[in-house]
């Protein structure tokens, strides 16, 4: 484990690079050719916006561009950073590459020469830069300074091939540095400012160099734009000081990145909006994790707006740094697939729908409003995008009369102050009123309409659903929140959350008519091309017409599918049975069938698009490549699964697809043909198909399916996967505590948050009652009376509210006239809501002193628990693997429950050892520290543990179990960190783990894919358990005593029963079952001997018998032997008995008076045979006469019957037929 840990604290050389133009080429070349660039991250820059942004300016005083970010520093200036890298670079060389020649060697005359040339060369690009500003218009001169510049070049370029007239490189026998650097800047000058014959007469040795360095990959990779041999040749591409008239200026197609099509890529066309609202005082938040961890009206993070709904709601922890916020900027991870907001059916339909999409936004929390929010809008669009303003057309809120609602007049003032009359349009409240839900927060909004076409007056063809017309921004103004009655009241804080469609703007900077077509979507489509046995490549085909064999439909669906997968499954969630488990399995399900059948891809192809997914998108999110190798483990596992049904599942839909068709043409029905709703459930619950993905087959063969039958099915099928409903019945379940309520008590009463430091303390606290929100009209009433479910708000509380898991305090709230129950207690905004009701005096009034008095033996069984959790999180970190991460917990009086990721159960060895570590914490009487500290400094510190998607507090409290947190904070990285429990947590604690007495496992079960849970108990409840399986297991202990089967089986039965009932560690059941499982076996092996014994027995006794009745004279007999329902024994006597006699006829009969039940077996002599007494028509006459039957072949045979009490007829039955025949 601990080299596990030394591996995962390890960390790769990473650096960031920012850089543009020649410097960035040169700096690729260098480190391609050094074998180095994997290590770089290119970072987007945009000139101006980046290098000028606040973060960027900590890191970067004077904001210079290019420059490499390395541990401890920065380096500028592109020869420096070449250097830095060539010389890292030689630190990574193993035996295998030791041969190779580095670009900078270590040789001291070696490396002096090859750092002359770079000081040469930055003299050099100087003057190469004043002749490109000069000649592309750049900066002003004359025809003068144009001359000087040309002398100073050829100087340079005669220095050069002086060198090169005896030698191939600079320095050396070989490339070097030097070569790689003078090669990039001179490049442009000597290509495309000399002339084709005057490079070859003037200077033969330089262009024999530049003919060999532009074969070298590395220089074709990094600048391959500036080496079209087409270009090089052709002396139409020569340019020299002043340009001629109508020459278009070169800038655009030298240095794409800046002036022409490549300067809006993703990347740059993300950065810009992210800097440029960091300009405008905006902080940065880093999105939040698609799966949402604390809001489960969501199935998925859908809008940009989803983690700041604690601020819009008015439930924000004031001391958090969402608290915090006044301004704030970032571009969220969204999906829309299952619930309200669905797209998955509609992709690859058209082009321009996504399940996984991003959300560029900026936001307000009572700061700026709508002057402020619409003038930023304008300026990135028009100033930094340079987007057309005569193709864009601003729309604003009309009014509602239907409620009352007045036009957004403000905002339509401030619209034309800056478009036209006829560019500045109203609209209604569906597409201009914006509401989170059916209650809560909403407002106006304004949104921005970008023309693709342009030249023409498109307003017409605004909110139309034309995708030449298309919504780019929307700004939100939420100034009202929706009461449940349908009323709007005007929130006291204004905000503004404005959402911009990434992929959508980034079509329109690329001059794209579909967002698949920009650089977010081709390498992914390029990938695609490459796994599959796609007939073409990806031409942008919709509908029937363009796309008839649906192959770029299926470029489209996999493309969005596999983001959609890998952005979900780093965010911690995985395709499954349920919720959006199971809509991520519909996702993946669709994406491989259309791989598979309609790209004709081999099985696994789909979790081989994950690297190209990561190489796109990691740099913006950096979780997918932490987690690449459990993405790709978990796409390729279900991808095998469904690989398994997925061909026999097509066949089947095509065969029925087929009959449809056909007996539809049959009947000449006008209606159309229809897939029944039960072949569509077959399909659905043998085969793995997502009815929507048998929809869209469907479709695709012209046929419908009859959904109320599919759910008609499902339902007789009784397939029941719904979540579990919460406890509906909890106290105050008709409270509210949101933005009206937190805003009333700060802005109306002017009350301070809830002072709730007490809650770690275990004294009562004196306060007064500040304020009570009725249950009944969810308003603040002055008084409560008896019986009546409240909340009440007081000036100090001792009560821990509900949160992280950990369930709330109860106890009472005393005044000198009432006793206030408290039955659960709430946080929101910092005020604490104390839930519950009067449960003696009369009322309990507003301005009544008070005594708040939590029940502090319940909150000590609580932090028994909570201390203990912590505990089993850092031993199954130990035992199972450091990757082990917290995936939801429940902490309450009686038990604990954590739920963490893993793909297996956990066996009954861990179990133990888990057990066995934290009972040994338990009695090693370890100190429980906890300290509030700065979150930065809480996140330095080595072997933490923090729940992932969590937003924490600034400052946190940091709860570390054996180690002060003093003594953390003195040394956060030392290695012995990671032997102790250390968590961010705000719940409370044990003083000491001695306090918690006993810890058992009580149980440990999947509640999802790749989700296991473990239930435990602490203290009394724990020692009980324990006590009472200490006594199960003598009982079992006991059973080594019982000799006989049968009672050794009735004791078995029972202490099974007892058990599968009783709450014991789940070790000592495990330990229990072992035994039970041992006696088991022995009672098969008592059978196994009574069998053998039932065997010899029979056949001495018919064996003794045939012979006696042979040696009689007689042909045949019939017998009754007493060996149970033994038909092996039976068969055993006969055969037995005829290897004897082989010329003998035999009946063998035995009962078993328990069940009732009467058996025989007979055997013939072929003799008896051909004289008429067949085996099976003997047995068949005989059994009946008891009501059985029987069969065989003509030699043997054998049967039963239920007439035990006719037994001695059917023996007799069967003498009379031997007898008749023999």
Same mark, same amino acid.
């Given at each position: 484990?601990e080299?596990?840990?030394?591996r995962r604290?390890?960390?790769?050389?990473m650096?960031d690079?920012y850089a543009?133009g020649?410097?960035?080429?040169?700096i690729k070349?260098a480190s391609l050719?050094?074998?180095?660039?994997d290590s770089?991250?290119?970072?987007?820059v945009?000139?101006?916006l980046t290098?000028?942004?606040p973060?960027?300016?900590e890191?970067?005083?004077r904001?210079?561009?290019?420059?490499?970010e390395v541990e401890?520093?920065?380096?500028f200036?592109s020869?420096?950073?070449c250097r830095?890298l *060539?010389?890292?670079?030689l630190?990574?060389l193993?035996?295998?590459?030791a041969?190779?020649?580095p670009?900078y060697?270590?040789?001291?005359?070696?490396?002096?020469?090859?750092d *002359?040339w770079l000081d040469l060369?930055c003299?050099?690009f100087?003057t190469v830069?004043d002749?490109f500003?000069?000649?592309?218009?750049?900066?002003?001169?004359d025809k003068r300074?144009?001359?000087?510049?040309?002398?100073?070049m050829t100087?340079?370029?005669r220095?050069?091939?002086n060198?090169?007239?005896?030698?191939t490189?600079?320095?050396?026998d070989s490339?070097?540095?030097?070569?790689?650097?003078l090669?990039?800047?001179?490049?442009?000058y000597?290509?495309?400012m000399?002339?084709s014959?005057?490079?070859?007469?003037?200077f033969p *040795?330089?262009?024999?160099w530049?003919a060999?360095?532009s074969?070298?990959?590395?220089?074709r990779?990094?600048l391959?734009?500036?080496l079209?041999q087409a270009k090089?040749d052709?002396d139409?591409f020569v340019?020299?000081?002043?340009l001629g008239?109508?020459?278009e200026n070169p800038?655009?197609w030298m240095?794409?990145?800046i002036?022409g099509?490549?300067?809006?890529?993703?990347?740059?066309?993300?950065q810009?909006f992210?800097?440029f609202?960091e300009?405008k005082?905006?902080?940065f938040?880093?999105?939040s994790p698609v799966?949402?961890h604390?809001d #489960?009206?969501?199935l998925?993070a859908n !809008?940009?707006?989803?983690?700041?709904?604690?601020?819009?709601?008015?439930k !924000?922890?004031?001391?958090?740094p969402?608290?915090?916020?006044?301004?704030?900027t970032n571009t969220?991870?969204c999906?829309r697939?299952?619930g309200k907001h669905n &797209?998955? &059916?509609?992709?690859?339909?058209?082009?321009?729908?996504?399940?996984?999409?991003e959300?560029?936004g900026?936001?307000s929390?009572?700061?700026?409003?709508?002057?402020?929010?619409?003038?930023f809008?304008w300026?990135?669009?028009t100033?930094?995008?340079?987007?057309?303003?005569?193709?864009?057309y601003?729309t604003?809120?009309g009014g509602s009369?239907?409620?009352?609602?007045a036009p957004?007049n /403000?905002?339509?003032?401030i619209?034309?102050?800056?478009?036209?009359e006829s560019?500045?349009?109203p609209?209604?409240?569906k597409?201009?009123?914006?509401?989170?839900?059916d209650t809560? #927060?909403?407002? $106006?909004?304004?949104?921005l309409?970008?023309?693709?076409?342009?030249?023409?007056d498109?307003s017409?063809?605004v909110?139309m659903?034309?995708?030449?017309?298309i919504?780019i921004?929307?700004?939100v103004f939420?100034q009202?929140?929706r009461e449940?009655s349908?009323e709007?009241?005007t929130? #006291?804080n204004?905000?503004?959350?404005?959402?911009?469609?990434?992929?959508?703007?980034?079509s329109v900077l690329?001059?794209?008519m579909s967002?698949?077509?920009t650089?977010?979507?081709?390498p992914?489509f390029d990938?695609?091309? !490459?796994?599959?046995?796609?007939p073409r490549?990806?031409?942008?085909?919709?509908g029937?017409?363009e796309?008839?064999d649906?192959?770029?439909m299926?470029y489209?669906v996999i493309a969005d599918?596999?983001?959609?997968?890998?952005i979900?499954?780093a965010?911690?969630?995985?395709p499954?049975?349920e919720?959006?488990?199971?809509?991520? %399995?519909?996702?993946?399900?669709?994406?491989?069938r259309y791989?598979r059948?309609v790209?004709?891809?081999k099985e696994?192809f789909?979790s081989k698009?994950?690297?190209?997914v990561?190489?796109?998108?990691?740099d913006?999110?950096? +979780?997918?490549?932490t987690h690449?190798?459990?993405?790709?483990?978990?796409i390729?596992?279900?991808e095998?699964?469904f690989?398994r049904?997925?061909t026999?599942?097509?066949?089947?839909?095509?065969?029925?697809?087929k009959q449809i068709?056909?007996?539809h043409k049959v009947s000449?029905?006008?209606?159309k043909?229809?897939l029944?709703?039960q072949e569509?459930?077959?399909?659905?619950d043998t085969?793995g @198909? $997502?009815?929507?993905l048998?929809?869209?087959?469907?479709?695709e063969y012209?046929?419908?399916v009859?959904?109320?039958g599919f759910k008609?099915a499902?339902s007789?099928a009784?397939e029941?996967?719904?979540?579990?409903?919460?406890?509906?019945?909890a106290?105050g379940a008709?409270?509210? @505590? +949101?933005?009206?309520q937190?805003?009333?008590?700060?802005?109306t009463?002017k009350?301070?948050?809830?002072?709730?430091?007490?809650?770690f303390?275990?004294a009562d606290?004196?306060s007064?009652v500040?304020?009570?929100l009725s249950?009944?009209?969810n308003?603040f009433?002055?008084?409560a009376?008896?019986g009546?479910?409240?909340?009440?708000?007081v000036?100090?509380t001792?009560?821990?509210a509900?949160?992280g898991?950990?369930?709330?305090?109860?106890?009472?709230?005393?005044t000198s006239?009432a006793?206030f129950?408290?039955?659960?207690?709430k946080i929101?905004?910092g005020?604490v809501?104390h839930v519950?009701?009067?449960?003696?005096?009369?009322s309990?009034?507003?301005g009544?002193s008070c005594t708040? %008095?939590v029940d502090?033996?319940r909150r000590?069984?609580?932090?028994?628990?909570?201390t203990?959790?912590?505990?089993?999180?850092?031993?199954?970190?130990?035992?199972?693997s /450091?990757?082990?991460?917290?995936k939801g =917990?429940?902490?309450?009086? /009686?038990?604990l429950?954590f739920d963490?990721?893993?793909n297996?159960?956990?066996d009954?060895?861990r179990?133990g050892e888990?057990?066995?570590?934290?009972q040994?914490d338990i009695?090693?009487?370890l100190q429980?520290?906890?300290k509030e500290?700065s979150?930065?400094?809480g996140?330095?510190?080595?072997?933490?543990?923090?729940?992932?998607?969590e937003?924490? #507090?600034?400052?946190v409290r940091?709860?570390?179990i054996?180690?002060p947190v003093d003594?953390l904070?003195?040394d956060p990285?030392a290695?012995?960190?990671?032997?102790y429990?250390?968590e961010f947590?705000?719940?409370?604690?044990?003083d000491?783990?001695?306090e918690?007495a006993?810890f058992a496992?009580?149980?440990?079960e999947g509640v999802?894919?790749?989700v296991?849970r473990?239930?435990?108990?602490?203290g009394?409840?724990?020692?009980?358990a324990?006590?009472?399986?200490?006594?199960?297991?003598?009982?079992?202990?006991?059973?080594d005593?019982?000799?006989?089967?049968t009672a050794?089986?009735?004791?078995l039965?029972?202490?099974?029963a007892?058990?599968d009932k009783v709450?014991?560690?789940l070790t000592t059941k495990?330990?229990?079952?072992?035994v039970?499982?041992?006696?088991?076996k022995?009672?098969?092996?008592l059978?196994?001997?009574?069998?053998a014994?039932?065997?010899?027995?029979?056949?001495a006794e018919?064996v003794?018998?045939v012979?006696?009745?042979?040696?009689?004279g007689?042909?045949?007999?019939?017998?009754?032997?007493?060996?149970?329902? &033994?038909?092996?024994?039976l068969? +055993?006597?006969v055969e037995?008995s005829?290897?004897?006699e082989?010329?003998?006829?035999?009946?063998v009969?035995?009962?078993?008076?328990?069940?009732?039940?009467?058996?025989?077996?007979a055997?013939?002599s072929q003799?008896?045979?051909?004289?008429?007494?067949?085996?099976?028509t003997w047995?068949?006459?005989s059994?009946a006469? *008891?009501?059985?039957k029987g069969?065989?072949k003509?030699?043997?045979?054998?049967?039963?019957g239920p007439?035990?009490?006719?037994?001695?007829?059917a023996?007799?039955?069967a003498? +009379?037929?031997?007898? =008749?025949?023999l």
């Amino acid at each position: 484990r601990e080299r596990e840990r030394e591996r995962r604290v390890a960390r790769v050389a990473m650096y960031d690079l920012y850089a543009l133009g020649p410097p960035l080429y040169k700096i690729k070349a260098a480190s391609l050719v050094a074998g180095i660039w994997d290590s770089i991250t290119e970072k987007p820059v945009v000139l101006g916006l980046t290098n000028a942004a606040p973060s960027f300016l900590e890191r970067n005083p004077r904001g210079q561009v290019p420059t490499l970010e390395v541990e401890g520093g920065s380096i500028f200036e592109s020869n420096a950073i070449c250097r830095y890298l *060539c010389n890292e670079a030689l630190s990574a060389l193993t035996a295998a590459t030791a041969s190779t020649r580095p670009l900078y060697p270590r040789d001291p005359t070696t490396r002096a020469l090859v750092d *002359c040339w770079l000081d040469l060369d930055c003299e050099l690009f100087l003057t190469v830069k004043d002749v490109f500003d000069l000649t592309l218009g750049f900066k002003k001169g004359d025809k003068r300074e144009g001359v000087e510049l040309t002398k100073k070049m050829t100087d340079y370029l005669r220095a050069l091939e002086n060198k090169l007239s005896s030698s191939t490189y600079l320095v050396g026998d070989s490339m070097t540095l030097a070569d790689v650097v003078l090669f990039v800047d001179l490049s442009i000058y000597f290509f495309y400012m000399l002339k084709s014959k005057d490079r070859q007469k003037k200077f033969p *040795c330089v262009s024999r160099w530049f003919a060999t360095l532009s074969q070298v990959p590395a220089m074709r990779e990094s600048l391959g734009h500036l080496l079209d041999q087409a270009k090089m040749d052709s002396d139409d591409f020569v340019y020299s000081y002043p340009l001629g008239e109508g020459v278009e200026n070169p800038a655009r197609w030298m240095f794409p990145e800046i002036f022409g099509d490549q300067k809006w890529t993703a990347a740059r066309t993300r950065q810009a909006f992210l800097d440029f609202f960091e300009l405008k005082g905006h902080t940065f938040v880093r999105s939040s994790p698609v799966v949402p961890h604390d809001d #489960p009206t969501l199935l998925f993070a859908n !809008a940009g707006m989803n983690q700041f709904k604690p601020i819009f709601m008015g439930k !924000a922890d004031p001391n958090s740094p969402l608290g915090k916020l006044r301004r704030a900027t970032n571009t969220q991870k969204c999906i829309r697939a299952g619930g309200k907001h669905n &797209d998955l &059916d509609d992709v690859g339909k058209d082009t321009y729908h996504h399940t996984f999409f991003e959300m560029l936004g900026n936001w307000s929390f009572g700061d700026f409003f709508k002057v402020e929010a619409i003038n930023f809008a304008w300026e990135l669009l028009t100033k930094v995008y340079k987007l057309p303003a005569d193709r864009m057309y601003a729309t604003y809120f009309g009014g509602s009369k239907e409620q009352g609602l007045a036009p957004d007049n /403000e905002a339509r003032d401030i619209w034309l102050k800056i478009l036209p009359e006829s560019q500045v349009m109203p609209f209604g409240t569906k597409d201009n009123f914006w509401e989170m839900g059916d209650t809560g #927060p909403c407002g $106006p909004c304004t949104e921005l309409h970008f023309d693709r076409v342009g030249g023409r007056d498109a307003s017409s063809l605004v909110n139309m659903d034309d995708p030449e017309v298309i919504e780019i921004w929307n700004l939100v103004f939420i100034q009202f929140n929706r009461e449940p009655s349908g009323e709007l009241k005007t929130l #006291p804080n204004k905000h503004v959350d404005t959402g911009m469609g990434f992929e959508r703007i980034v079509s329109v900077l690329q001059n794209k008519m579909s967002n698949y077509d920009t650089d977010v979507f081709v390498p992914i489509f390029d990938e695609i091309q !490459a796994l599959t046995e796609a007939p073409r490549e990806y031409r942008g085909g919709v509908g029937q017409k363009e796309d008839p064999d649906n192959v770029d439909m299926a470029y489209r669906v996999i493309a969005d599918h596999i983001r959609t997968l890998c952005i979900s499954i780093a965010d911690g969630a995985r395709p499954g049975n349920e919720g959006r488990e199971y809509v991520l %399995r519909r996702v993946l399900r669709r994406a491989v069938r259309y791989g598979r059948e309609v790209l004709k891809a081999k099985e696994g192809f789909f979790s081989k698009l994950v690297p190209v997914v990561v190489r796109v998108m990691s740099d913006v999110f950096p +979780e997918l490549a932490t987690h690449q190798g459990k993405i790709t483990e978990i796409i390729a596992e279900e991808e095998t699964s469904f690989g398994r049904t997925l061909t026999k599942g097509i066949e089947r839909f095509k065969k029925a697809s087929k009959q449809i068709l056909a007996a539809h043409k049959v009947s000449k029905a006008g209606d159309k043909p229809m897939l029944s709703g039960q072949e569509s459930f077959v399909l659905w619950d043998t085969f793995g @198909f $997502p009815v929507d993905l048998t929809e869209l087959m469907a479709e695709e063969y012209g046929i419908g399916v009859d959904m109320e039958g599919f759910k008609e099915a499902m339902s007789a099928a009784k397939e029941k996967s719904r979540a579990g409903g919460k406890n509906k019945g909890a106290a105050g379940a008709g409270l509210r @505590f +949101e933005a009206e309520q937190t805003a009333h008590l700060r802005d109306t009463l002017k009350l301070a948050a809830t002072v709730d430091a007490h809650k770690f303390s275990k004294a009562d606290v004196k306060s007064e009652v500040c304020a009570i929100l009725s249950s009944g009209s969810n308003s603040f009433v002055d008084q409560a009376a008896a019986g009546e479910v409240v909340a009440l708000v007081v000036g100090a509380t001792s009560y821990y509210a509900e949160m992280g898991g950990q369930v709330a305090d109860t106890g009472t709230i005393e005044t000198s006239g009432a006793t206030f129950a408290v039955e659960d207690a709430k946080i929101a905004a910092g005020y604490v809501f104390h839930v519950g009701k009067v449960a003696k005096g009369a009322s309990v009034k507003v301005g009544d002193s008070c005594t708040v %008095r939590v029940d502090y033996d319940r909150r000590h069984k609580i932090a028994n628990n909570h201390t203990c959790t912590h505990l089993l999180n850092l031993a199954l970190r130990n035992h199972i693997s /450091e990757d082990v991460q917290q995936k939801g =917990s429940l902490v309450d009086d /009686e038990k604990l429950r954590f739920d963490f990721n893993n793909n297996k159960p956990v066996d009954a060895k861990r179990l133990g050892e888990i057990e066995k570590d934290i009972q040994g914490d338990i009695d090693r009487a370890l100190q429980v520290y906890y300290k509030e500290v700065s979150l930065g400094d809480g996140k330095a510190i080595h072997g933490l543990r923090a729940v992932f998607g969590e937003t924490y #507090p600034d400052p946190v409290r940091v709860v570390s179990i054996g180690k002060p947190v003093d003594d953390l904070l003195k040394d956060p990285k030392a290695s012995d960190n990671y032997g102790y429990s250390i968590e961010f947590c705000g719940g409370t604690h044990l003083d000491n783990t001695k306090e918690a007495a006993a810890f058992a496992i009580l149980s440990e079960e999947g509640v999802a894919k790749g989700v296991r849970r473990i239930a435990a108990a602490t203290g009394e409840i724990a020692q009980a358990a324990i006590k009472r399986g200490s006594d199960l297991k003598a009982k079992a202990g006991k059973l080594d005593g019982v000799k006989d089967a049968t009672a050794l089986q009735q004791e078995l039965n029972k202490l099974k029963a007892e058990v599968d009932k009783v709450v014991i560690p789940l070790t000592t059941k495990n330990e229990i079952r072992d035994v039970l499982a041992k006696h088991s076996k022995k009672i098969v092996e008592l059978g196994k001997k009574a069998a053998a014994g039932n065997k010899k027995k029979a056949v001495a006794e018919a064996v003794e018998s045939v012979k006696k009745a042979a040696g009689e004279g007689e042909t045949s007999c019939v017998l009754q032997i007493d060996v149970g329902l &033994d038909s092996k024994a039976l068969l +055993e006597a006969v055969e037995a008995s005829l290897k004897a006699e082989p010329a003998f006829s035999l009946m063998v009969f035995s009962s078993d008076d328990k069940k009732k039940k009467v058996m025989a077996y007979a055997g013939v002599s072929q003799d008896a045979v051909d004289k008429g007494l067949a085996a099976p028509t003997w047995i068949k006459e005989s059994l009946a006469v *008891c009501g059985g039957k029987g069969g065989g072949k003509p030699n043997r045979a054998q049967g039963q019957g239920p007439g035990i009490d006719k037994l001695g007829e059917a023996m007799k039955k069967a003498e +009379e037929l031997a007898a =008749s025949k023999l």
